[in-house]
């Protein structure tokens, strides 16, 4: 069964705290609109490494997505929604 | 393998660092590098399916960055293509396309061309680091008063629940393994339905994905979850502890603790002590449970004073990282019962 939306984000905020536990941003500040690169501050590793961490998270693969398929959080969200159905 | 910085031959192996990530290419000539897609930074206005094998002069593949040959040893050699075969491999291979920055990616497609294998130490090593990230998760819950048991996995464990006759325990254990299975999902990624559960011939269940540990006192439910041993033990101080108890719970060296304590503190002292002792026994897996000869590992303890509806709780985790420990409270009915 495919997850409500406000739990996806939920465990991709977890997911972010994991990977990254000494960013400087504040997670409760974090939206859908938060940009990766300027929000969060994810160079092109980062942003591969939060990939490869839903993967392991979600249980999904990221098939033919490059490195600017992700600009927003919400981004991501829409992606692993649509893995989901 | 090493990296080297040298002036490249027909068919080597070929990199630059662009930012915080290397880009990959096979060396043809001065003006012909063979890559999987531009390098990183040029890709941003590209969809991965427009992404193809292309080459370019030296000076495209470097943008401004210092060229790393790769060094291979004797037995790296022997397995890889000849230089001018790996040359003619990538050549035939430009124009292709199915980039994809996880799974075939510029350093999957020349590890291709020289050994025949496509990886990527790149995305390896970002997985294995993510992997290797300290998870200690601990979830409380309440257990309701009244729910519908509904079924669980694996089916041992569903006939386990289903074979208590008091209502009430039947309740406690239907509703802390839902919590686990919510716990593993959440923390881990792990779907119940999809990992290995056996019981050792002490009653206890695990897993050879990850390490848990359950406990409940009154109406909570504590779990713990974690890729590494962890051990979880809850306890409300509700009532005055029966005489002796310090006795069979502490020792030596916690006795005279214990009886430098005001009358108010003993029992605080002592059921956290229990709980401590009790957690590092469901962590460490030991036959018998002697807690007057177990010495608790401070460090590796992490001690959390819970109240709910009027009831003080002492919730012990014994982990060796207890830094890493996340906390998710009462979590509502309605997440892991449904």
Aim: charge should be negative; charged fraction near 30%; proline fraction near 4%.
């Amino acid at each position: 069964m495919a997850m409500p939306r406000n739990e996806l984000k939920e465990k991709l905020f977890d997911i972010i705290q994991i990977a990254m536990p000494d960013a400087s941003f504040d997670i409760d500040s974090l939206t859908e609109e938060s940009d990766l690169t300027t929000d969060i501050g994810l160079s092109s590793v980062g942003v591969l490494y939060i990939v490869i961490a839903i993967e392991e998270f979600f249980g999904i693969r990221f098939d033919n997505v490059g490195f600017n398929d992700f600009k927003t959080l919400g981004d991501v969200l829409n992606y692993i929604e649509e893995k989901q159905k | 393998m090493k990296w080297l910085l040298k002036d490249p031959s027909l068919g080597d192996m070929v990199r630059v660092k662009i930012g915080n990530i290397y880009h990959y290419g096979i060396f043809v000539s001065e003006d012909e590098v063979i890559q999987f897609g531009p390098a990183p930074n040029e890709q941003l206005n590209l969809r991965p399916e427009d992404i193809e094998v292309i080459a370019t002069d030296i000076d495209n593949f470097l943008v401004g960055g210092f060229l790393e040959v790769a060094d291979f040893d004797k037995k790296e050699k022997k397995k890889n293509r000849k230089p001018e075969d790996v040359a003619k491999y990538a050549q035939a291979n430009i124009g292709r396309k199915g980039y994809s920055i996880i799974y075939n990616n510029c350093e999957h497609f020349a590890n291709e061309c020289v050994s025949g294998y496509a990886s990527s130490s790149q995305t390896d090593g970002l997985r294995s680091l993510f992997r290797s990230i300290p998870i200690v998760d601990v979830f409380t819950a309440r257990i309701p008063d009244d729910c519908k048991i509904g079924a669980v996995f694996p089916i041992e464990r569903n006939d386990e629940i289903n074979a208590v006759t008091n209502e009430s325990a039947r309740r406690e254990k239907y509703c802390s393994w839902q919590l686990l299975k919510y716990a593993l999902d959440r923390s881990l990624g792990l779907k119940i339905e999809n990992i290995s559960l056996s019981k050792d011939e002490n009653g206890k269940w695990s897993t050879p994905s990850c390490y848990f540990s359950i406990s409940h006192s009154h109406s909570l439910l504590a779990i713990a979850v974690s890729r590494a041993p962890v051990g979880i033990d809850i306890e409300a101080l509700s009532a005055p502890l029966m005489p002796g108890f310090d006795e069979k719970v502490l020792t030596e060296k916690e006795k005279l603790e214990y009886a430098s304590l005001t009358k108010e503190n003993k029992d605080e002292y002592l059921i956290s002590k229990w709980t401590a002792k009790e957690a590092f026994f469901k962590r460490d897996g030991k036959a018998a449970f002697i807690p007057r000869e177990i010495n608790i590992v401070d460090n590796e303890l992490c001690v959390k004073s819970i109240e709910l509806d009027s009831v003080k709780y002492f919730c012990s985790i014994a982990t060796k990282t207890p830094e890493k420990i996340r906390f998710f409270e009462d979590i509502p009915t309605a997440r892991f019962l449904k």
